[in-house]
């Protein structure tokens, strides 16, 4: 093989990353699982487990490209989303070694994509019924304070 040839990650390889991705997002998730009600932290939670799933990726990626120094390497090519919605739709147990990639994983992205959609639509019919709601400035003032607060 020349040093011009790309090296890519075994199927088992990948499953491998896959899986140490999903624990590191379920990981990060215990606060919701530790939780008796839902909670506004939620949302950060969540944020913190598409972290966690991104260090393991970037870091297997890194390992690999290490291990096959001088050739040219591609990733494991997993989905943050598809892998932190596996861990949401499971959060509760993995015991059972879901696949990183799995349906509910698929189902809980999907759901999402549909929610931001709704909420990009919601803006767009603002913006044209409302000029002042043009590109969300009536609430700039609310926003500044929220991330001022947070510091």
């Known amino acids: 093989m020349s040093d011009n040839e790309w090296v890519s ?14 624990k590191a997002a379920w990981d990060a998730l215990s606060p919701i699982r530790e939780g008796t009600d839902a909670d506004a932290d939620d949302a950060k939670v969540i944020l913190s487990a598409f972290s966690a799933t991104r260090d393991v990726l ?11 120094a001088g050739k040219k390497t591609h990733s494991a090519y997993l989905q943050e989303s598809l892998i932190v919605g596996t861990a949401v739709a499971f959060v509760d147990d993995i015991s059972f070694n879901p696949h990183a990639h799995s349906i509910a994983g698929y189902r809980m992205v999907a ?3 549909v929610c931001s959609a709704l909420e990009a639509r919601s803006h767009i019919e603002a913006m044209f019924d409302d000029q002042s709601a043009s590109f969300g400035s009536w609430t700039s003032k609310k926003l500044l304070k929220e991330i001022s607060d947070d510091e």
Not at 9 to 22: C, F, N, P, R, T
Not at 58 to 68: G, I, L
């Open 9 to 22: 990650m075994s199927d088992d390889e990948i499953d491998q990353v896959g899986q140490s991705a999903l």
């Open 58 to 68: 970037r870091e297997a990626d890194r390992a690999f490209a290490e291990k096959h």
């Open 111 to 113: 759901f999402a994509r």
